[in-house]
């Protein structure tokens, strides 16, 4: 069964900075892109970003670029977005899911974790 | 960025009735629009990609058509557990985007 377990989220200051990670288990990490969307309370879903196999291609919102960092590690089936200068405005519950397809296709969510509270506060 | 328009935003209707909720897209997307399901505090599940293939272990009262710019999830006999927000989503272009949400309650 896939499995995807976030950790991370945090009270956090404007400005400062945290890593979100997500274990994937269930499947074999390396052959998906993995990606991350977020959830503001009481809102919508927000598209974060998203990354290919091997880490070759990563692909960012407007509100993410310049900011967050997504990477992976296949050794440790790990996730991680690196959140630098964060905003009030980036609070939210981040989840991780695995992307099913690929670029020509669309990455498609079809696993998700049950997501992780990051919130921004002085 | 393309904008992803979602109607009604809420329903209420009875068990047994027919659901259809509505997509439009702000741009042509070809096929690249999928559905999910949230339930309260939980996280989406995929429902429909493709804008009408069925998601492994969906129940088969779901089901999705469109292209281009308009697209639609039925729900043919609403049981009480399809109390959920169904969402909309296009993985046509950088960056992807959701519709907003349609909350659906089963009187």
Known sequence: EEHLLESGGTLIQPGGSLTLSCRASGFTFSTYA????????GKGLEWVSTISTGAINTYYSDSAKGRFLISRDSSSNTLSLQMNNVRVEDTAKYYCAKASEDFWNGYIFDSWGLGTLVTVSS | ?????????????APQEKVTITCRASQSISNSLHWYQQKPDQSPKLLIKHASQSFSGV???????GSGTHFTLT???????DAAT??????????????????????
């Open chain 1, 34 to 41: 993995m990606g991350w969307v977020r959830q503001a309370p």
């Open chain 2, 86 to 107: 169904y969402f909309c989503h296009q993985t046509s272009t950088f960056p992807y985007t959701f519709g907003q949400g349609t909350k659906l309650e089963i009187k």
């Open chain 2, 75 to 81: 729900i043919s006999s609403l049981e009480p557990e």
């Open chain 2, 1 to 13: 960025e393309i904008v992803l328009t979602q109607s009604p935003e809420f329903k209420s209707v």
């Open chain 2, 59 to 65: 129940p088969s009262r779901f089901s999705g058509s």
